[in-house]
């Protein structure tokens, strides 16, 4: 936790430094909501191969970021973080030429059934019998 999944334009696929921001964003969740750390944060990158935005008039594209947090942050809180990582992508996608960028946030609650596991690296590779 979180998971944040960025679905992004295929316009901005030059212009838009994927790993940067990603590790920009852990950084933001951290500092804006309780609970949250860096190290916790997992983020995954879809490209839309085709996005139709209104009249489908060229010059537009289009990212959105799903930001599922664990459940009990109040809506102020998700608030602030939904504010503070439209912020973020605004900032990273200010610089596309003549594109008109479509950017929104969602941050929801992980259902009452999430559970993970972090399997450690280990030194030894492991041989299968």
Known sequence: ???????????????????????????????????????SCKTRFRQAEEVVIANGEPGQALIHIDFAILPGRTAEAKSALSSAVLGLVRLHTASVPGTAVHASVDIWDLS????????PASAEPRLQA
């Open 1 to 39: 936790m979180p998971h944040i999944t960025v679905e992004y334009d295929k316009a901005l696929d030059r212009s838009f430094d994927r790993r940067r921001f990603a590790l920009e964003l852990h950084a933001l969740a951290a500092r804006t909501v309780e609970g949250i750390t860096v190290e």
């Open 112 to 119: 009452t059934a999430y559970t993970k596991h972090v399997e």
